[in-house]
């Protein structure tokens, strides 16, 4: 059960770290805002792949490469989905992953989910789509044909990126146990590998766009210095506790308890933000928060 006292560590701390984000994506574009979150634990990623490499099998390193290749390309599609026309309805299927990962998990990776547990997850999808802020203002017949966009194709992509980068961070991890690692340390080990190849990504991407010094130099201005901290510290702590989940934990339960973060992003909106919530969104919370609560209690 400990899996899902990490969980919801993570959700809390990313709710904190997207609180932060905010700030900084006032001011930057959203490809550098992205990069900011990996960059501050570079030097230690550096010297924990340097120590590490000797005792680490190809496969190990497959794995990482794998979850950070999906783990960016589901956040660049993500990034597309919000900016595409009809974004609320991509960003509500972008929050299909669990459902995604039930389907890829049971297809790819033998990973069985009980009656139970599929229809908590049903029953939390429902609630996290209309937590995503869909619109039925024109009707179900106008809604459903509203569906065939680019948006909707980029938000399941997005899931389905995540889910895959999900099941290989935990096959990563899997592999360091046999050595003696503890799922903790196994899991701080492989995000910091992944660290390493996310960052070195977004700074060829940097280096193409011949953007690399000013986008660094942006991050440390005086203005953003802070936000940037507090954006890569609370970043990297909750993917600690996220990998440690997934270590720990079925994937698709991790994924499907972890939805509590959008709860926490509306509560959040509404009581600091004073934003009010509308019908969809009450309806969405309680039917996301009753999957949830049937994962714990019977899981």
């Not at 010297?47 to 956040?75: D, H, K, M, R, W």
């Not at 459902?99 to 229809?119: K, N, P, R, Y």
């Not at 499907?256 to 509404?270: D, K, P």
Request: glycine share 6%; with cysteine.
């Amino acid at each position: 059960m400990s899996w899902i006292l990490y969980t919801i560590t993570a959700t809390i701390l990313q709710n904190f770290r997207n609180l932060e984000q905010k700030n900084l994506n006032k001011k930057l574009d959203a490809l550098t805002v992205s990069w900011s979150r990996f960059i501050l634990p570079l030097p230690f990623a550096i010297l924990t792949a340097i120590y590490t490499f000797s005792i680490l099998t190809n496969q190990f390193i497959l794995y990482c490469i794998i979850t950070a290749i999906f783990q960016v390309g589901g956040n660049l599609l993500l990034l597309r989905t919000i900016k595409s026309k009809n974004f609320s309805i991509g960003v509500a299927f972008s929050k299909t992953e669990t459902l995604q990962a039930m389907i890829v998990g049971f297809l790819f990776f033998g990973e069985t989910v009980s009656s139970v547990g599929c229809s908590a997850i049903l029953v939390a999808t429902i609630g996290v789509i209309l937590m995503s802020g869909l619109s039925f203002n024109g009707g179900f017949k106008k809604f459903t044909k509203s569906l065939n966009n680019k948006s909707t194709l980029f938000g399941i992509l997005c899931g389905s990126c995540f889910s895959v980068s999900a099941f290989n961070l935990k096959f990563a991890s899997e592999t360091l146990l046999p050595l003696g690692y503890s799922n903790l340390k196994a899991s701080i080990v492989v995000l910091l590998w992944v660290i390493c190849f996310q960052n070195l990504f977004f700074i060829v991407v940097k280096l193409y766009q011949k953007r690399l010094s000013q986008d660094l130099s942006s991050l440390l201005l005086l203005e953003n210095k802070t936000a940037f901290f507090k954006t890569s510290i609370l970043s990297f702590l909750g993917s600690v506790f996220w990998f440690t989940a997934y270590s720990l934990g079925k994937v698709v339960y991790v994924k499907a308890v972890g939805q509590i973060e959008l709860i926490l992003a509306i509560a959040s909106s509404h009581f600091i933000l004073k934003e009010r919530l509308n019908r969809l969104e009450i309806i969405g919370i309680i039917l996301t928060f009753s999957g949830i609560l049937t994962l714990i209690l019977f899981h």
